[in-house]
Protein backbone atom coordinates (compact mmCIF):
# COMPACT_ATOMS: atom_id res chain seq x y z
CA UNK A 1 0.00 0.00 0.00
CA UNK A 2 1.31 3.80 -1.09
CA UNK A 3 0.18 6.24 1.45
CA UNK A 4 -1.11 9.47 -0.88
CA UNK A 5 -1.49 13.04 0.84
CA UNK A 6 -3.78 14.91 -1.21
CA UNK A 7 -4.65 18.46 -0.28
CA UNK A 8 -7.62 20.09 -1.94
CA UNK A 9 -9.60 16.81 -1.75
CA UNK A 10 -12.95 18.18 -0.62
CA UNK A 11 -13.85 18.89 -4.24
CA UNK A 12 -12.91 18.90 -7.57
CA UNK A 13 -10.12 17.27 -9.12
CA UNK A 14 -8.78 16.68 -5.31
CA UNK A 15 -12.11 14.65 -4.32
CA UNK A 16 -12.04 12.80 -7.65
CA UNK A 17 -8.36 11.62 -6.82
CA UNK A 18 -8.90 10.18 -4.12
CA UNK A 19 -11.83 8.51 -5.53
CA UNK A 20 -10.01 7.02 -8.48
CA UNK A 21 -7.31 6.07 -6.56
CA UNK A 22 -9.36 4.35 -3.75
CA UNK A 23 -10.94 2.33 -5.80
CA UNK A 24 -7.22 0.86 -7.26
CA UNK A 25 -6.86 -0.98 -4.40
CA UNK A 26 -3.27 0.21 -3.87
CA UNK A 27 -3.73 3.24 -1.77
CA UNK A 28 -3.97 4.88 1.38
CA UNK A 29 -5.38 8.12 1.88
CA UNK A 30 -4.55 11.35 4.06
CA UNK A 31 -6.45 14.17 2.71
CA UNK A 32 -6.87 17.62 4.21
CA UNK A 33 -8.77 20.77 3.02
CA UNK A 34 -10.43 23.76 4.83
CA UNK A 35 -14.26 22.22 4.61
CA UNK A 36 -13.83 19.01 7.23
CA UNK A 37 -17.49 18.25 6.99
CA UNK A 38 -16.81 17.98 3.08
CA UNK A 39 -13.62 15.01 3.64
CA UNK A 40 -15.68 13.49 5.95
CA UNK A 41 -18.85 12.76 3.41
CA UNK A 42 -15.89 11.76 0.97
CA UNK A 43 -14.61 9.43 3.14
CA UNK A 44 -17.99 8.05 4.00
CA UNK A 45 -18.56 7.54 0.35
CA UNK A 46 -15.45 6.12 -0.24
CA UNK A 47 -15.35 3.42 2.35
CA UNK A 48 -19.16 2.45 1.45
CA UNK A 49 -17.66 1.42 -2.07
CA UNK A 50 -13.96 0.63 -0.71
CA UNK A 51 -14.76 -0.97 2.79
CA UNK A 52 -11.17 -1.81 2.92
CA UNK A 53 -9.66 1.20 2.27
CA UNK A 54 -7.41 3.71 4.45
CA UNK A 55 -8.13 7.34 4.64
CA UNK A 56 -6.99 9.92 7.23
CA UNK A 57 -8.79 13.66 6.85
CA UNK A 58 -7.64 16.92 8.14
CA UNK A 59 -8.44 20.39 8.38
CA UNK A 60 -5.96 22.45 6.92
CA UNK A 61 -5.41 25.53 5.12
CA UNK A 62 -2.36 25.66 3.27
CA UNK A 63 -1.76 29.13 3.74
CA UNK A 64 -0.55 28.94 7.32
CA UNK A 65 2.70 27.46 7.62
CA UNK A 66 2.62 26.62 11.49
CA UNK A 67 -0.70 24.91 10.91
CA UNK A 68 0.73 22.29 8.81
CA UNK A 69 4.03 21.76 10.66
CA UNK A 70 1.63 21.36 13.87
CA UNK A 71 -0.71 18.98 11.68
CA UNK A 72 1.77 16.85 10.15
CA UNK A 73 3.53 16.62 13.17
CA UNK A 74 0.14 15.52 14.50
CA UNK A 75 -0.50 12.50 12.26
CA UNK A 76 -1.12 8.95 13.90
CA UNK A 77 2.07 7.09 13.75
CA UNK A 78 0.81 4.91 10.75
CA UNK A 79 -0.07 8.25 8.78
CA UNK A 80 4.05 9.73 8.83
CA UNK A 81 5.13 7.82 6.12
CA UNK A 82 4.01 9.38 2.86
CA UNK A 83 5.02 7.94 -0.63
CA UNK A 84 3.00 10.63 -2.79
CA UNK A 85 2.07 14.24 -2.36
CA UNK A 86 -0.65 15.61 -4.65
CA UNK A 87 -0.52 19.36 -4.08
CA UNK A 88 -4.30 20.25 -5.46
CA UNK A 89 -4.90 22.83 -3.55
CA UNK A 90 -5.96 25.77 -5.29
CA UNK A 91 -8.34 28.94 -6.54
CA UNK A 92 -8.03 31.69 -8.68
CA UNK A 93 -10.41 34.55 -7.15
CA UNK A 94 -11.92 37.26 -9.49
CA UNK A 95 -11.10 37.48 -13.68
CA UNK A 96 -10.57 41.48 -14.16
CA UNK A 97 -8.27 43.52 -15.98
CA UNK A 98 -4.88 44.59 -13.79
CA UNK A 99 -5.74 47.83 -13.20
CA UNK A 100 -9.15 47.01 -12.04
CA UNK A 101 -8.06 43.73 -10.09
CA UNK A 102 -8.54 43.64 -5.92
CA UNK A 103 -5.43 43.24 -4.39
CA UNK A 104 -7.16 40.92 -1.99
CA UNK A 105 -7.83 38.31 -4.51
CA UNK A 106 -4.13 38.59 -5.31
CA UNK A 107 -3.44 37.42 -2.23
CA UNK A 108 -5.43 35.11 -2.01
CA UNK A 109 -3.98 33.71 -4.89
CA UNK A 110 -0.41 33.59 -4.24
CA UNK A 111 -0.81 32.63 -0.54
CA UNK A 112 -2.48 29.45 -1.67
CA UNK A 113 -1.40 28.78 -5.06
CA UNK A 114 2.77 29.35 -5.10
CA UNK A 115 3.37 29.70 -0.84
CA UNK A 116 0.72 26.91 0.00
CA UNK A 117 2.07 24.57 -2.23
CA UNK A 118 5.97 25.33 -1.19
CA UNK A 119 4.90 25.35 2.47
CA UNK A 120 3.12 21.56 2.27
CA UNK A 121 6.10 20.34 0.16
CA UNK A 122 8.90 21.68 2.21
CA UNK A 123 7.09 19.99 4.98
CA UNK A 124 6.01 16.52 4.21
CA UNK A 125 9.45 15.48 2.14
CA UNK A 126 10.96 14.76 4.94
CA UNK A 127 7.81 12.61 5.25
CA UNK A 128 9.12 10.93 2.43
CA UNK A 129 12.47 9.61 3.06
CA UNK A 130 11.42 5.95 4.28
CA UNK A 131 9.35 5.45 0.37
CA UNK A 132 10.81 3.74 -2.39
CA UNK A 133 9.69 4.94 -4.77
CA UNK A 134 8.14 8.98 -3.64
CA UNK A 135 6.76 10.69 -6.07
CA UNK A 136 5.22 14.46 -6.06
CA UNK A 137 2.65 16.07 -8.40
CA UNK A 138 1.58 19.60 -8.73
CA UNK A 139 -1.43 20.98 -10.40
CA UNK A 140 -0.42 23.38 -12.83
CA UNK A 141 -2.72 24.99 -15.63
CA UNK A 142 -3.04 26.13 -19.52
CA UNK A 143 -2.43 29.49 -17.19
CA UNK A 144 0.99 28.23 -16.66
CA UNK A 145 2.00 27.75 -20.07
CA UNK A 146 0.10 30.89 -21.75
CA UNK A 147 -1.49 33.87 -20.55
CA UNK A 148 -4.78 35.23 -21.48
CA UNK A 149 -6.79 38.57 -20.54
CA UNK A 150 -7.74 39.22 -17.62
CA UNK A 151 -5.89 36.35 -16.13
CA UNK A 152 -2.96 38.01 -14.92
CA UNK A 153 -2.24 37.06 -11.44
CA UNK A 154 -3.92 33.49 -11.52
CA UNK A 155 -0.91 33.07 -14.77
CA UNK A 156 1.32 34.31 -12.60
CA UNK A 157 0.91 31.36 -9.94
CA UNK A 158 0.61 28.60 -12.54
CA UNK A 159 3.59 29.80 -14.22
CA UNK A 160 5.34 30.05 -10.95
CA UNK A 161 4.23 26.62 -10.32
CA UNK A 162 5.35 25.36 -13.67
CA UNK A 163 8.47 26.91 -12.45
CA UNK A 164 8.77 24.88 -8.95
CA UNK A 165 7.89 21.84 -10.34
CA UNK A 166 11.39 21.96 -12.57
CA UNK A 167 13.03 23.31 -9.67
CA UNK A 168 11.39 20.81 -7.50
CA UNK A 169 12.49 18.33 -10.26
CA UNK A 170 16.42 19.57 -10.56
CA UNK A 171 16.64 19.92 -6.61
CA UNK A 172 15.27 16.23 -5.44
CA UNK A 173 17.10 14.44 -8.17
CA UNK A 174 19.11 13.10 -5.40
CA UNK A 175 16.45 12.12 -3.22
CA UNK A 176 15.17 10.15 -5.95
CA UNK A 177 11.46 11.55 -5.89
CA UNK A 178 9.70 12.20 -9.05
CA UNK A 179 7.85 15.23 -9.77
CA UNK A 180 4.98 15.62 -12.05
CA UNK A 181 3.05 18.49 -13.55
CA UNK A 182 -0.21 18.11 -14.44
CA UNK A 183 -1.44 21.24 -16.43
CA UNK A 184 -5.79 21.11 -17.81
CA UNK A 185 -7.36 23.50 -19.16
CA UNK A 186 -11.73 23.66 -18.29
CA UNK A 187 -12.39 21.12 -15.72
CA UNK A 188 -15.56 21.53 -14.38
CA UNK A 189 -15.42 21.69 -11.07
CA UNK A 190 -16.22 24.05 -7.99
CA UNK A 191 -13.45 26.17 -9.88
CA UNK A 192 -15.39 28.60 -11.66
CA UNK A 193 -17.65 29.11 -8.67
CA UNK A 194 -14.91 30.06 -6.82
CA UNK A 195 -13.16 31.97 -9.55
CA UNK A 196 -16.70 34.60 -9.55
CA UNK A 197 -17.47 34.38 -6.03
CA UNK A 198 -20.46 32.26 -5.90
CA UNK A 199 -22.67 33.36 -9.18
CA UNK A 200 -23.80 30.13 -10.33
CA UNK A 201 -24.87 31.46 -13.38
CA UNK A 202 -21.52 32.67 -14.54
CA UNK A 203 -19.33 29.75 -13.75
CA UNK A 204 -22.00 27.60 -15.43
CA UNK A 205 -21.80 29.96 -18.61
CA UNK A 206 -18.16 28.95 -18.96
CA UNK A 207 -18.48 25.20 -20.00
CA UNK A 208 -21.70 26.09 -22.29
CA UNK A 209 -21.96 24.61 -25.50
CA UNK A 210 -18.81 22.23 -24.78
CA UNK A 211 -17.94 19.00 -22.96
CA UNK A 212 -15.53 19.87 -20.45
CA UNK A 213 -13.00 17.93 -18.75
CA UNK A 214 -14.13 16.21 -15.32
CA UNK A 215 -12.36 15.56 -12.12
CA UNK A 216 -12.43 12.32 -13.01
CA UNK A 217 -10.80 12.20 -16.17
CA UNK A 218 -7.82 13.88 -14.60
CA UNK A 219 -7.40 11.87 -11.72
CA UNK A 220 -7.50 8.80 -14.06
CA UNK A 221 -4.30 10.63 -15.72
CA UNK A 222 -2.55 11.53 -12.61
CA UNK A 223 -3.49 7.08 -11.62
CA UNK A 224 -1.52 6.70 -14.86
CA UNK A 225 1.39 8.44 -14.44
CA UNK A 226 1.45 7.31 -10.63
CA UNK A 227 1.70 3.44 -12.21
CA UNK A 228 4.40 4.23 -14.51
CA UNK A 229 7.41 1.74 -13.57
CA UNK A 230 10.25 3.45 -11.16
CA UNK A 231 12.70 4.16 -13.81
CA UNK A 232 9.83 6.04 -15.83
CA UNK A 233 8.77 9.83 -14.94
CA UNK A 234 6.39 11.85 -16.70
CA UNK A 235 8.00 15.65 -16.32
CA UNK A 236 4.72 17.39 -18.01
CA UNK A 237 1.21 17.03 -19.04
CA UNK A 238 -0.85 19.38 -20.83
CA UNK A 239 -4.26 18.30 -21.33
CA UNK A 240 -7.05 20.06 -22.74
CA UNK A 241 -10.85 19.19 -23.47
CA UNK A 242 -11.24 18.47 -27.57
CA UNK A 243 -13.10 21.68 -27.58
CA UNK A 244 -10.56 23.97 -26.54
CA UNK A 245 -7.13 24.49 -28.66
CA UNK A 246 -5.93 27.28 -25.90
CA UNK A 247 -6.29 29.39 -22.72
CA UNK A 248 -9.30 31.29 -24.66
CA UNK A 249 -10.09 29.74 -27.90
CA UNK A 250 -12.71 27.09 -27.29
CA UNK A 251 -15.82 25.66 -30.10
CA UNK A 252 -18.96 25.92 -28.55
CA UNK A 253 -22.44 24.03 -30.21
CA UNK A 254 -24.54 27.18 -30.33
P1 LIG B 1 -12.24 23.14 -6.80
O1 LIG B 1 -12.61 24.54 -6.40
O2 LIG B 1 -13.33 22.20 -7.09
O3 LIG B 1 -11.27 22.50 -5.73
C1 LIG B 1 -10.24 23.24 -5.12
C2 LIG B 1 -9.81 22.54 -3.85
O4 LIG B 1 -8.75 23.31 -3.24
C3 LIG B 1 -10.93 22.43 -2.84
O5 LIG B 1 -10.90 21.14 -2.27
C4 LIG B 1 -10.59 23.48 -1.79
O6 LIG B 1 -11.01 23.02 -0.52
C5 LIG B 1 -9.06 23.47 -1.87
N1 LIG B 1 -8.48 24.70 -1.35
C6 LIG B 1 -8.63 25.96 -1.80
N2 LIG B 1 -7.96 26.81 -1.01
C7 LIG B 1 -7.39 26.07 -0.02
C8 LIG B 1 -6.60 26.38 1.11
N3 LIG B 1 -6.24 27.63 1.41
N4 LIG B 1 -6.18 25.37 1.90
C9 LIG B 1 -6.53 24.10 1.63
N5 LIG B 1 -7.28 23.74 0.57
C10 LIG B 1 -7.71 24.73 -0.24
O7 LIG B 1 -11.29 23.32 -8.07
P2 LIG B 1 -10.46 22.25 -8.94
O8 LIG B 1 -10.65 20.88 -8.45
O9 LIG B 1 -10.75 22.55 -10.34
O10 LIG B 1 -8.98 22.76 -8.64
C11 LIG B 1 -7.94 21.91 -8.18
C12 LIG B 1 -6.62 22.42 -8.74
O11 LIG B 1 -6.64 22.29 -10.16
C13 LIG B 1 -6.32 23.89 -8.45
O12 LIG B 1 -4.95 24.02 -8.15
C14 LIG B 1 -6.65 24.58 -9.76
O13 LIG B 1 -5.92 25.78 -9.93
C15 LIG B 1 -6.22 23.51 -10.74
N6 LIG B 1 -6.79 23.60 -12.08
C16 LIG B 1 -8.15 23.64 -12.27
C17 LIG B 1 -8.67 23.73 -13.55
C18 LIG B 1 -10.14 23.84 -13.83
O14 LIG B 1 -10.52 24.25 -14.95
N7 LIG B 1 -11.01 23.47 -12.89
C19 LIG B 1 -7.78 23.74 -14.71
C20 LIG B 1 -6.39 23.73 -14.41
C21 LIG B 1 -5.93 23.63 -13.14
P3 LIG B 1 -11.61 23.91 0.66
O15 LIG B 1 -12.41 25.02 0.03
O16 LIG B 1 -12.44 22.94 1.44
O17 LIG B 1 -10.42 24.37 1.40
C1 LIG C 1 -7.89 26.74 -14.77
C2 LIG C 1 -8.09 26.74 -16.26
O1 LIG C 1 -8.38 28.19 -18.31
O2 LIG C 1 -9.61 28.83 -16.30
O3 LIG C 1 -6.56 26.67 -14.45
O4 LIG C 1 -7.23 29.17 -16.44
S1 LIG C 1 -8.32 28.32 -16.83
Given at each position: ????????????????????L??????????????????????????????????????????D????????????????????????????????L????D????D???????????????????????????????????????????????????????A??????????????????I??????????E??????????????N????L?????A????????????????????M?T????????????
Amino acid sequence: MRTVFITGASSGIGAACAEVLASEKKYRLLLCARRLSKLTELQKRIQAQNPDCEVFCFELDVRDQSDIIQKLKNLPNDWKDIDILINNAGLSQGLDLIQNGDPDDWDRMIDTNVKGLLYVTKHTIPLMQESTHPHIINLGSIAGKEVYPSGNVYCATKHAVDALTKAMRIDLLEKGIKVTSIDPGMVETEFSEVRFKGDKERAKNVYNGLTPLSGKDIADIISFVLSRPAHVNINDLLVMPTAQASGTIVKRDT
